[in-house]
């Protein structure tokens, strides 16, 4: 008889806790972040958790594009997941699988503290269809003053006075740049972020954006010319540290370590400003703004400025649930985004964020010129379809970096290009 009450107390109590949990609930994520990226996307996760009894399941993956697409395919999405970038958002939209955000994100959070240009990145076809958790400036190249100083070199503010630096490093036995673009299977994306900070200067952003939408070919003499600028950097041995060789097979986070060797191994380094953690995780004495700053990538051509390229951390809903509404109002919120932005370097994108949480004054100044900027574009791969800019294009780059002629490229990439537009 005592054996039978305590089965029976032991099923209702096995029933009880699993309504608890079923009653707290559960939100499914999909993302690419891993290493010191998931360590901070965690605490964001534990402090929703805490806050609502919530939990969030994340699953990482290096090949979101795919995983994501065959999960949509089989009806099985993810409740919420990083986003590859406005094309492929677009793409999701027209199967119908995202969620409009407007009937989900708080209506006074979406008018006062979210700044129109990341509701337009996240806008199609009248819907908001994502939240920019996060931005990263792209048009920056980091540098050692210090060593700047003790060469004699001068921050360029134009190509000109670019290539006549890059001339002078060589004279002098110094390598100008450190370049990385391996990164598994997204290796290549760094190279294109180069080509559209060129793309920008050359043929400005109105001709950009017909690039990024396909009303030009990829033949156009305006891509071929910035393709051209590009390679001749990487694809010469004495501008860029161990050439082209070291250029295809070194990591894109470890590539600025050329700069902190003693004496450097290189003197610049481009990429966005979440470079910081890695430069602070195998380095973490080095004062950021200090030891090592930036400045912005130069002007090339006079009547197209310096507009500034960027990107930043996409997030949409895959299915309507109470839970993933509450998870998405909260990766709206100020209070959310300050972990983000503090332990990354990450510039927040909900305008009431307290400007301290920033790691450092470089941070802030970063923050500033983001908002300050006239002209602002959205990383063109990650606003293609996902089979022109998370595929021919990163896998092109490489293609011309590995010594292929630049025609051949650019006529590989049209031709996936007319098939996916």
Known sequence: MKRSVFVVFSMLLVLVLSFAVS????VTMMGVWGGQELEAFQEVMDAFTAKTGITVQFEGTRDLPTLLQTRIAAGNPPDV?????????????????????????????????????????????????????AADIKSLVWYRPAEFAARGYEVPTTWAEMEALMDQMVANGDTPWAIGLESGAASGWV??????DIMLRTAGPDVYDQWVDHEIPWTDPRVKEAFEIFGAITRNSDYVYGGPVTVLSTNFGDSVAELLTDPPRAMMHRQ????????????????????VAFFGFPVIKPEHGSPMLGAGDMIGQFNQTPEAAEFMNFLASAEAQ??????????????KINPAVYPDDLTRDMARLLNDADVFRFDGSDSMPAAVGAGAFWEGTLMYVGGDDVMDVLEFIENVAVDSY
Do not use: C, H
């Open 81 to 133: 997941a990083a986003l590859p970038g406005p094309g492929a958002m677009k793409e999701y939209v027209e199967q119908g699988a995202l969620v409009d955000l407007n009937n989900v994100l708080d209506a006074k959070t979406l008018s006062e503290d979210i700044n129109d240009a990341w509701i337009e990145l996240g806008t199609y076809k009248d819907g908001l269809y994502s939240l920019m958790f």
């Open 272 to 291: 966005a400003s979440f470079v910081t953690s890695f430069i602070l995780d195998a380095n973490p004495d080095v004062v950021i703004g200090e030891d």
């Open 23 to 26: 009653a707290q609930g559960v």
């Open 338 to 351: 300050e972990i983000w932005a503090n332990r990354l370097g990450k510039l927040g994108t909900n305008n």
């Open 191 to 196: 190279a294109t972020d180069w080509i559209e």
